[in-house]
């Protein structure tokens, strides 16, 4: 088993993001345009690098924010190569067993979604492994996500490399790998109690559940009714039934005998064909979403018990 540090930077869009999320639906926050990543081997000795630019196809034209953040101008940004052809090289670099590391909960969201959306498979990319919440648990720093500039500061690296290039953010990752106790923290991270900090923002499982005609179909879904361990593939034991969180948005929790608790939510779309979407999520839980999870069965149960009431006292009224 590989350890691989990962960074992204990603182009945003120059209109409103509503605009160009093609049916709504597939949100696409950021288009990736460049990759870098760091293999490493169990302890944390680095094997090889990658590096590679992507000209974007969404979000063409660069954003002025993400220039001055990077430093990629446009020429830069058109020669960079198909998405596509350099997915299946980093697949085949990435190998069949590792883990990524990331700096933050954002890259692995933004990759399932430059995946989905250009309909690439998701499932080879595995397990995801938000580096800020094992620095926090191993520094004593409290729940908020620190910059990797602080990590970088704390552990006194010294900065020669540009920050917010590819490489050189996931090369200061590896870095950082090295002061942390890794091995250990993965154990923690992935262990129910500890997951409290930085809670539900490391995505492990993202999907579009399209072309419903109705919630009934939505929730007939395969991915939807019977839901999957990201990791290990097990169907999950005890999966709660969907419930309302608010207007449309549900959310249920199962658990893997393995991998522990996972909370699942799902958002519903109406689309301008007047079919309906779902956007689905899941988040490795810390154990207290089962109480979340109750109390809002206990508010959905209260709720159905007062409607009841008031129509037994409305119709009373009406005998009288
Ligand atoms: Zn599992």
């Known amino acids: 088993m590989n350890y691989i540090a990962v960074d992204f930077e990603w182009n945003q869009a120059y209109c409103p993001p509503s605009k160009k999320k093609n049916e709504l639906i597939i949100q696409l926050d950021g288009e990736i345009i460049q990759i870098g990543a760091v293999k ?27 220039k001055e953040l ?26 069949d067993d590792h883990i990524f590391l990331t700096w933050g909960p954002d890259d692995s969201r933004i990759m399932m979604q ?72 993965i154990k923690d991270y992935y262990s129910t109690k500890t997951m409290s900090s930085l809670k539900h923002t490391a995505c492990e499982s993202y999907k579009i559940i399209r072309n419903c005609s109705n919630k009934v179909s939505v929730f007939a879904n395969e991915n939807i009714k019977n839901i999957k361990c990201p990791h290990c593939k097990a169907e999950l034991s005890n999966q709660k039934p969907w419930i309302k969180q608010s207007g449309d948005r549900y959310i249920t929790i199962g658990k893997c005998p393995e991998h522990g608790m996972y909370v699942s939510k799902l958002k519903l779309y109406r689309l301008k064909d007047k079919s ?22 206990k508010a959905n149960n209260e709720r159905i018990r007062r409607r009841r009431r008031k129509k037994i006292a409305v119709k009373k009224q009406a005998d009288v």
């Open 40 to 66: 490493m081997d169990k302890d944390t000795e680095v094997l090889d690098t990658f590096e590679a630019d992507i000209h974007p196809v969404f979000y063409r034209k660069i954003h002025k924010k993400v």
């Open 70 to 95: 990077t430093g990629i101008d446009q020429s830069q940004l058109n020669k960079g190569d198909d998405f596509k052809v350099v997915i299946e090289e980093f697949k085949k670099w990435c190998g």
């Open 114 to 185: 430059n995946l989905i959306k250009h309909n690439l498979p998701t499932d080879w990319m595995g397990k995801w492994v938000n580096l800020q919440v094992i620095f926090n648990m191993q520094t004593g720093m409290d729940t908020s996500q620190v910059s990797l500039k602080t990590a970088i500061e704390a552990f006194e690296i010294p900065q020669i490399l540009h920050a917010h290039n590819a490489i050189n953010d996931a090369t200061y990752t590896a870095m950082i790998c090295k002061c942390l106790e890794l091995e250990k923290g």
């Open 276 to 297: 309906l979407a779902g956007k689905y999520s899941m988040f490795a839980s810390d154990g207290s979403d089962e109480e979340y999870y109750n109390n809002l069965v």
